[in-house]
């Protein structure tokens, strides 16, 4: 089983900054791309970023430009560094991550339990 324990939520000041680290860890083959999502309140979850495990990258429109996904292979990790926050930015932000389980097996997504950010204006 794989678990993906994410960190670096809290309250920021609109404008100001704040980084999020998921770890992947458990019995895994590989691991493919890995990306945030986040939920507000009474909407969908929706795409953040994701970053594949070559580093290709790819950013909702509301976010380019303010935010920048990276990845450490070798630690199975990802990170998302959050400035110019809006309080539209306000969610709970969870780590996705498309695992391999073994060599003959597929791809299945797994999900961290998420980290609350919240933006003051």
């Known amino acids: 089983q794989v678990q993906l324990v994410e960190s670096g939520g809290g309250l920021m000041q609109a404008g100001g900054s704040l980084r999020l680290s998921c770890a992947a860890s458990?019995?895994?083959?590989?691991?493919?791309?890995m990306g945030w999502y986040r939920q507000a309140p009474g909407k969908q979850r929706e795409l953040v970023a994701t970053?594949?495990?070559?580093?290709?990258?790819n950013y909702a429109d509301s976010v380019k430009g303010r935010f920048t996904i990276s990845r450490d292979n070798a630690k199975n990790t990802v990170y998302l560094q959050m400035n110019s926050l809006k309080p539209e930015d306000t969610a709970v932000y969870y780590c996705?991550?498309?695992?391999?389980?073994?060599?003959?097996?597929?791809?299945?997504?797994?999900w961290g339990q998420g980290t609350q950010v919240t933006v003051s204006s």
């Open positions: 458990g019995s895994m083959f590989s691991i493919n791309r």
């Open positions: 996705g991550a498309d695992v391999q389980r073994s060599y003959y097996s597929g791809l299945d997504r797994s």
């Open positions: 970053i594949t495990s070559s580093g290709t990258t």
